[in-house]
């Protein structure tokens, strides 16, 4: 093995993780044992979270702002993008602080600092779980049994984990150096939300309009849900497209700054 | 054996140390302060897209920690690195496990790396012994089977068989410790790094752990070695490097390095006055005034050997009436061994500054250098005050009759009375009776 200054671009070098894939799993488990310890109600707050601004949104936006929800009603309609979103909302605040929060892992041994971030979004996807099944549960209330549609749940699924590491790369790397971020992320959240149709459909616009909206990328993950679950809105095309360019774009460029900055992380954390 | 395990060329590593300080913009306009806090955004922008490491200003400071390090290590060595604090050593460690990188030169490594730059790394509060023995064992680089096959080991090794499940937060400091270095020293790289983990815990576990680490060099692993201790590095490492601002003052063999290394560091100070007992070092009760070493010395020299008495005077202010108190003398040597403890009576004494002196005999003290803990104590056992490092001398050799002219081992030098007696003159006869002791030396 050779250590050596290394300079300009670097190799990705994704091979590492598969070797350090052990690591990947005791740094998820741990996430996931330790989130909801000494906590009084543990893991309901997974579902809290989104049951409460589903609530919410349903008070104002649908009984008092009339939004249009596609035909379903607004609460399902509302529940099944608020469920997706969670996911991607916790997964960047997680994982944009996760560097800083394990410095002293980073300062006294080597492993492939992807791994940090990497495990702070999965280990989201327990949330995530707990979170699905109220809103099947709630569905299955409701009357709307899930047709074939639903196998692409799955695919949608995995775009917004895409999604949300591609921006915690960026985010998590950016804090080493700038703890601005740690400001920067609630309010990055919030106005993401409103920018993403959690709240109201996407067919409120109209193409081609529709289809530059679908470069948020939790615009094609959202609609999807709810397509795939709820039969609502028109099967997502072009829009899904953008979204998906956009999330890959955002993963891959994120994973470069990532290991391009690593090399200063043990320094400058 | 003598493949190489590890080499280093021209290696060097330098940090930016705070740039200029932020207090600069007071001396610029208000027009100056908006319009760089408007261009700000626009320079990290450029800085985030050109991926480099910014500084925000232009004006470094910089500074290398090391610089054209240059050594081979061969495979089974176990070579100590010893300098003061900011040599570099610590730098060294993590340049070789790949925490950060060099800024120039390379390092080649033949061999698995495990690297202990602290104990405990990853362990989580709240997750019990168990999951924390696999957290950390897979950070340390342990396969989770590895890990399964030496967990009983583990826990016996830091004797906390009933806690294991129990989260680490309610463990005491020393289980914590224990804990973590029983994961630690179960690694088995073909390369170890280790820093001065040692420096913590009790010393009953310290002489476990370093047992535990004697007995991984002689199965022939390679291992370099921090540490601060050096009765402890004389006696695990066959070979020490020296840095000093981040290079090789001397490397060889780690008893004449260490030597030279002490003999570079010592200090004397024969005599410490605190004239004002407004700021002398103590407490309300009891503060310093004066430490006075002072050696009886004969006319055939001027400095302190093996067989001068040396007188120690300690003088103190007692702001307390009747205050039953002595003093209580730690002497140690410069690898830390306390060589005794010695203390004076206790009795009551007025207000006013006391002095209580003793003298250190002839022949009793080994030539080095010693330094001096204070403590003053009331009611004979309640600390009222503790001050290390109070006063250190240095005591030289005398000349020596005879052929032998090396160190002389041990801590201690005693003059001790022999007798030599002739039992019997010529060549044993052969008796039933037990064969006379041997004379020694």
Redesign the interface.
Known sequence: MEIAPTTGWVALRLRELVDYRELLYFLTVREIKVRYKQTAIGAAWAIIQPLFTMIIFSLFFGRLAKVPSDGVPYSIFCFAGLVPWTMFANGIQQSSNSLVGNANLITKVYFPRLTVPISSVLSGMVDFALAFLLLLGFMLYRGFVPNVHALWVPAFLLLAVVSSLGVGLWLSALNVQYRDIRYVVPFLIQIWLFATPVAYPSSMLSEPWRTVYGLNPMVGVIEGFRWALLGSGSPPGLMLVASSAAAFIILFTGVIYFRRMERYFADII | MSEIAISASNLGKR?DIGARAEGDYRYKAMRDVLTDLALKPFR?MRS?AR?E??SGHSERQLFWALKGLDFEIEHGQVVGVIGRNGAGKSTLL?????????????????GR?G?L??VG??F?P??SGR?NI??NG????M??EEIARKFDEMVAFAEVEKFIDM?VKRYSSGMYLRLAFAVAAHLEPEILLVDEVLAVGDVAFQKKCLGKMGDVSRRGRTILFVSHNMTALRNLCTRAIWLSNGQVVEDGDAGTVVGHYLQENAISQHESVWPDPATAPGNDIVRLHSVRVLPQLDESTDRITVRTPIRLEFSYWNFEPDALLHVSLHLYSLEEVCVFNVASQPAKRPVGLLRDSCEIPPNLLNDGNYYIRLLVVRDFSTFVFNYPNVAAFEVDDIEREGAWFGKWPGVVRPAIHWESEVLEIGPPVARHEPAPPLAHR
Do not use: C, N, Q
């Open positions: 940090y990290f985030v991926g490491r910014p993590k340049v070789l496990s790949r925490v950060t990188e060099p800024t120039e030169g390379r390092v080649r490594i033949w790396v690297s730059l602290e790394t990853g989580h709240e997750l999951d696999f957290m897979a950070i340390l680089g396969r989770r989260p």
